[in-house]
């Protein structure tokens, strides 16, 4: 287990709280209907949760990575949807800018964003490998074409950053989602994180000025890797959340089966002993996800290793402690709408989103 320090206990502690009250009591509702609650993002943004680790300068909570994580975390424990959307809006498109933006830029797309709590999002993903999203040199600015594909919160989002070829090399564009040339596509019908929704770009004769290119030509590549650093570890803390409601559920529900008039299912020792396997298994995936959040904060080297490392061991041991849980209710859980069958479903994307687990054994393999 992670010795949090004071501050962080205090941090853990005022989330609590807030999910307590305002998330959890119909998050399985929300989940099961598609409903995103806008009242409730809104409660987010007062909490500066859609901005963690940003400078109060440009009004965010300016707080150390364990925190954050913290936060995300617990977000996770009682709605994965939600911490979904806040770890892109926080580190695929806040932190970028903040890392790469001009000043003009960050008072646009950061500051005054972060301010009012607009949502931001990132567009890398295409239907073919080979990208064929375009930026084109055009006078003094630029023209894009192209598609991008499963994009979250593509429907409610303002921003997004755009990741684009332009000639022989690449950039990363912010762009306006609500500007013409943009067309967002239908909502998907997702496996799982149902209370927020992904969607398609399609880009036709976008029309963009130097004052919106992030940094500068062949970027582009390592503005995606300086976000990813961090989101590795924040898939890691989110599915760790959901991994931990799935066994406290079975937890739960094995001391309260019966099994005949004598014994419950707890009472089984084979069940006891691997409740007490998946337990141990816990405190050691929340020992690598907030050892790995300190060290960022250590500034260590080699980031990309370290992140890489915790978002594969983390989510593909949550994945499997999620789907031992679910056995524990036999065909109930098999159910639509209970706690267990949305653990279930939302658990399943996190071995893929932010690099798919053997992607991230390439990377790490890299470092050998
Ligand atoms: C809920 C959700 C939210 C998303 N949000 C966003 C978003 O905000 N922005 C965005 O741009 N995209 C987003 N995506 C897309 C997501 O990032 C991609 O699905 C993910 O990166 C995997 O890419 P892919 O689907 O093209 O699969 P591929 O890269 O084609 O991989 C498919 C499979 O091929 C195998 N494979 C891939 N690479 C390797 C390798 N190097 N070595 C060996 N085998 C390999 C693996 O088995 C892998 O699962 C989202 C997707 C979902 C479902």
Same mark, same amino acid.
């Given at each position: 287990m992670y010795l949090m320090n004071d501050r962080q206990r205090d941090v853990l502690s005022a989330v609590h709280d807030f999910v307590s009250n *305002?998330?959890?009591?119909e998050a399985n509702y929300r989940n099961h209907h598609g409903i995103f609650s806008d009242e409730i993002y809104r409660k987010l943004v007062q909490y500066h949760y859609h901005s963690l680790i940003i400078d109060r300068s440009y009004?965010?909570? +300016?707080?150390?990575l364990v925190s954050a994580m913290l936060i995300l975390n617990r977000i996770a424990y009682s709605d994965a949807s939600l911490a979904h959307l806040l770890e892109t809006n926080n580190f695929g498109f806040y932190l970028p800018v903040q890392i790469f933006g001009t000043e003009q830029q960050k008072e646009t797309y950061l500051l005054k964003a972060a301010r009012s709590g607009e949502i931001g999002t990132i567009a890398f993903t295409e239907a *073919?490998?080979?990208?064929?999203?375009v930026a084109v040199k055009c006078g003094n600015g630029y023209k894009i074409n192209g598609s991008k594909t499963m994009v979250t919160c593509a429907d409610i989002a303002k921003y997004a950053l755009l990741y684009c070829k332009l000639d022989e090399q690449d950039a990363m564009f912010i762009i306006d989602?609500?500007?013409?040339?943009i067309a967002i596509g239908k909502n998907e019908h997702t @496996?799982?994180?149902? +209370?927020i929704h992904i969607a398609d770009l399609t880009i036709t004769d976008l029309e963009l000025t130097?004052?919106?290119?992030? +940094?500068?030509?062949?970027?582009g590549q390592e503005i995606i890797k300086r976000s990813m650093e961090i989101m590795r570890i924040s898939n890691a803390a989110v599915a760790l959340g959901i991994a931990q409601r799935a066994f406290d559920e079975a937890l739960s529900y094995a001391k309260l089966r019966? @099994?005949?008039?004598?014994?419950?299912?707890?009472?089984m020792q084979a069940v006891k002993y691997e409740l007490a396997v998946l337990k141990a298994e816990l405190d050691m995936l929340h020992t690598e996800t907030f050892n790995t959040a300190h060290l960022f904060d250590c500034r260590i080297d080699q980031q990309m290793l370290f992140s890489s490392i915790t978002k594969y061991v983390v989510t593909e041991k949550a994945k499997e402690i999620v789907d031992k849980s679910f056995?524990?209710?036999?065909?109930?859980?098999?159910?639509?709408?209970t706690t267990i069958e949305r653990s279930y479903r939302d658990i399943r994307i996190f071995t893929i989103i932010g690099g798919v687990s053997e992607m991230l054994k390439w990377s790490i393999s890299r470092y050998l």
């Open positions: *305002e998330i959890e009591p009004d965010g909570a +300016s707080l150390d *073919e490998k080979t990208p064929s999203t989602l609500k500007s013409p040339g @496996m799982g994180l149902n +209370s130097e004052a919106e290119l992030l +940094s500068a030509p062949g970027k019966r @099994m005949d008039d004598t014994v419950t299912l707890f009472d056995q524990y209710f036999g065909g109930s859980a098999y159910i639509k709408g």
